[in-house]
């Protein structure tokens, strides 16, 4: 992965995780696929490998990203799906071109198209984007409670009660400011 990039924030949810490349969006935000080879190197982590990415092909990419985000967040919400981004999820959906292959362990990969193997990844992400925000998978859509992330995930947890997208970032981050104010405020009234 390149050098002095910010870590991606992966989860096992590839639509999801895939809206993560953009986060803390409502505070300083992390853009973590900045460049085409970043593109390559999260599709890579995320088992899309491709050789290559184009400036245009990773500006296609960040529209089906934020057009992802868009969607996930309205339906996590329960309100109406943005007509603009669920336009750019079914175009990049129907775009791609990639079959999904079963490894003698049992695994499913996705096998990427020669011609055009950054829209086929980015049509796997679409196809996992409708899936997730259809309801077709157990489990629920929410946005992190972080109020400087607001980022969509997909909770899984037994109960459908998690609060953050990521427990090691936002979770941790949280957490970490209540403390240091409790200990502010009990600082204060100890004087």
Do not use: Y
């Amino acid at each position: 992965m390149s050098a002095g990039s910010p870590d991606f924030r992966l989860g096992s949810v590839l639509a999801t995780s895939f809206t993560g490349t953009l986060s803390e969006r409502h505070g300083n935000a992390v853009e973590r696929i900045p460049t085409p080879r970043r593109l390559v190197d999260w599709l890579a982590v995320s088992g899309l490998a491709v050789d290559s990415c184009t400036p245009a092909q990773l500006d296609l990419a960040r529209e089906l990203r934020e057009s992802i985000h868009a969607a996930a967040t309205a339906a996590a919400v329960q309100d109406a799906l943005p007509s603009p981004a669920v336009q750019v999820i079914n175009d990049r959906s129907a775009q791609g071109r990639a079959a999904a292959v079963l490894t003698p362990e049992g695994e499913r990969l996705w096998r990427l198209g020669p011609a055009s193997r950054v829209e086929d990844a980015l049509g796997v992400i679409a196809a996992d984007a409708i899936g997730v925000i259809a309801g077709e998978r157990d489990g629920r859509l929410a946005l992190c409670a972080s109020p400087t992330c607001r980022a969509a995930f997909f909770d899984t947890s037994r109960s459908r009660t998690r609060r953050w997208c990521d427990m090691n970032t936002c979770g941790n981050r949280e957490k970490k400011a209540r403390f240091q104010a409790n200990q502010r405020r009990n600082a204060g009234s100890a004087r």
